[in-house]
C-alpha cells in the first residue's frame, strides 16, 4: 500500500482501543494548531483545532492537547475504529504575518484493526 | 456537493512539457492555497491568494505560476516539467488568510514526470 517505504511514525491499535498521536512543533511563535486526517488517495481532512490560550479541546471522539512549555501537542482517539485508520499530520500557524501559512509535521500512520 | 475540487486528479507527462491543475471552491472562501506532496508524504504550502492577490509565495521554482483569475478558482502551471517535481498537489482553501483560519483541501492531483 501507500505507506510502504515510508518510514513515518506508526501506531497499531485495537478496535476499540485509545489511541494518542503526539506531534513536536517548532515554532514557539506558533498560535494556532490543527490536526488533519488523511486517508489513502485523499487529501487531508480537518479533525479539530485548537489556540495557543488553551491547552485542551474536545470534539466527537477526538481530544487535542496542546503543551506550550515543551511545544507538544497530542491527539486523543477514544474507541478507534478501523475507519480511523489513516495519515495524521499536526500543523502549526505562526499567525501575524504568516497570513495563514500552515507548517505541516511529518505524519504518524494509525492502523486499526478489527 | 464537492467543496474544493481539482482537475486532473491524474497527470502523466514527459519531463520538459508544460501542464496546468486547476483548482475551484465553492466555499465562498477569500483564500486559496497550493501544497506539494511529496514521495515521504511531507506537506510544503506554495503559494497562497487571497482575493486573487499573491500573499504567500515559498521559496518555489519560477517555473511554478500560479493563477487566480477570480477567488474561487487558483490554478497552477507548470513550465519545463521535471522529475523531481513528481509529486501529489493540494489545492485547499480558508475563509480568510488569518492565522486561525481552518484550511480545507482538495482530493489531490498526482503528478508523474517522466
Known amino acids: 500500500g501507500e505507506s510502504v517505504g515510508l518510514h513515518l511514525p506508526t501506531l497499531s491499535v485495537q478496535e476499540g482501543d485509545n489511541s494518542i498521536i503526539n506531534c513536536a512543533y517548532s515554532n514557539s511563535a506558533s498560535d494556532y494548531f490543527i490536526w488533519y486526517k488523511q486517508e489513502s488517495g485523499k487529501g487531508p481532512q480537518f479533525i479539530i483545532d485548537i489556540r495557543s490560550n488553551m491547552d485542551k479541546r474536545q470534539g466527537q471522539r477526538v481530544t487535542v492537547l496542546l503543551n506550550k512549555t515543551v511545544k507538544h501537542l497530542s491527539l486523543q482517539i477514544a474507541a478507534t475504529q478501523p475507519g480511523d485508520s489513516a495519515v495524521y499530520f499536526c500543523?502549526?500557524?505562526?499567525?501575524?504575518?504568516?497570513?495563514?501559512?500552515?507548517?505541516f509535521g511529518q505524519g504518524t500512520i494509525l492502523t486499526v484493526h478489527p | 456537493d464537492t467543496a474544493v475540487s481539482q482537475t486532473p486528479k491524474y497527470l502523466v507527462t514527459q519531463m520538459g512539457n508544460d501542464k496546468s491543475i486547476k483548482c475551484e471552491q465553492n466555499?465562498?472562501?477569500?483564500?486559496m492555497y497550493w501544497y506539494k506532496q511529496d514521495s515521504k508524504k511531507f506537506l510544503k504550502i506554495m503559494f497562497s491568494?487571497?482575493?486573487?492577490?499573491?500573499?504567500i509565495n515559498e521559496t518555489v521554482p519560477n517555473r511554478f505560476s500560479p493563477k487566480s483569475p477570480d477567488k474561487a478558482h487558483l490554478n497552477l502551471h507548470i513550465n519545463s516539467l521535471e522529475l523531481g517535481d513528481s509529486a501529489v498537489y493540494f489545492c485547499?482553501?480558508?475563509?480568510?488568510?488569518?492565522?486561525?483560519?481552518?484550511?480545507?483541501f482538495g482530493p489531490g492531483t498526482r503528478l508523474l514526470v517522466l
Open positions: 485547499a482553501s480558508s475563509q480568510d488568510h488569518g492565522g486561525s483560519e481552518t484550511q480545507y
Open positions: 491568494y487571497n482575493n486573487k492577490e499573491l500573499i
Open positions: 500543523a502549526e500557524n505562526a499567525g501575524g504575518t504568516s497570513y495563514g501559512k500552515l507548517t
Open positions: 466555499l465562498g472562501h477569500d483564500t
